[in-house]
């Protein structure tokens, strides 16, 4: 097996709320959201579980978790509690990705220098590359991929992440991008289309777009 520098597992759920617990009256709804909260409290005691609203932003999604571990129990685990949870009865997993922390193959030579750790917004989407991209030489893809480096340099308000999905979900990546300002996102994406690699790219929907707030907030904002 090759010396490969791995991280730990990523694991991103989306979940809808089926219209169900809205009719429930005010008492049993409050216990159950904060059942939820406290859920996800005693989860992140020892890996941190991120929340995010996609309230207003998808119609089919209202809430994100994202979680960091290394070990894919761990994701097992708080499913397992959700699934027996009150509020946890209502929700539609709607969109799920499993993937994994890597060392990238190519060198990129450090990206710009990012303004901070923590933003407002999380973008997230699968992609998955066409074959023939996988049957050009390490040297060709790197080309391009340093294209695709300079472009990235140009937007250091945006950080940009990458977790590898090959043999454990349906696609082969999952990126996500973090900033204050989705425009900057926008422009990003814009410019990345015009670069070589971007012909190779199979797939890269869905799409989501989010805002990072505390679980309560987001449950709130869903009932």
């Known amino acids: ?30 216990k159950g959201k904060k059942e939820f909260v406290d859920l996800i409290g005693q989860h992140s005691a020892n890996d ?27 994701f097992h685990e708080l499913s397992k509690g959700i699934n027996q949870s009150l509020m946890g009865s209502y929700l539609e997993q709607a969109h799920s990705y ?16 990012k303004l901070k ?17 996988y049957e050009k030489s390490m040297q060709e893809r ?4 340093n294209d695709h480096f300079r472009v990235g340099k140009n937007y250091p308000m945006v950080k940009i992440n990458t977790s590898y999905a090959f043999g454990l979900d349906d696609t082969e ?29 199979a797939t890269e929907i869905p799409i989501f777009t989010t805002i990072k707030m505390p679980i309560n907030e987001a449950l709130d904002a869903m009932v």
Not at 122 to 130: E, N, Q
């Open 1 to 30: 097996m090759p010396d490969i520098e791995y991280d730990n597992f990523l694991k991103i759920t989306l979940f809808k709320l089926g219209q169900g617990y809205r009719q429930l009256d005010a008492d049993e709804r409050e």
């Open 48 to 74: 941190e579980i991120r929340t995010y609203s996609t309230v207003g932003t998808r119609a089919d999604a209202e809430l994100m978790l994202v979680q960091d571990s290394a070990s894919v129990d761990t």
């Open 98 to 113: 499993l993937s994994i922390r890597r060392k990238s193959r190519y060198k990129h030579g450090g990206g710009a220098p």
């Open 117 to 133: 750790e923590d933003y407002k917004y999380m973008v997230i989407y699968p992609m998955t590359k066409t074959r023939p991209w």
């Open 142 to 145: 790197q080309e391009m991929m």
């Open 173 to 201: 990546f999952v990126l996500s991008f973090e900033m204050d300002n989705p425009s900057d996102f926008t422009s990003l994406v814009m410019d990345l289309r015009e670069v070589p690699a971007a012909q190779y790219t």
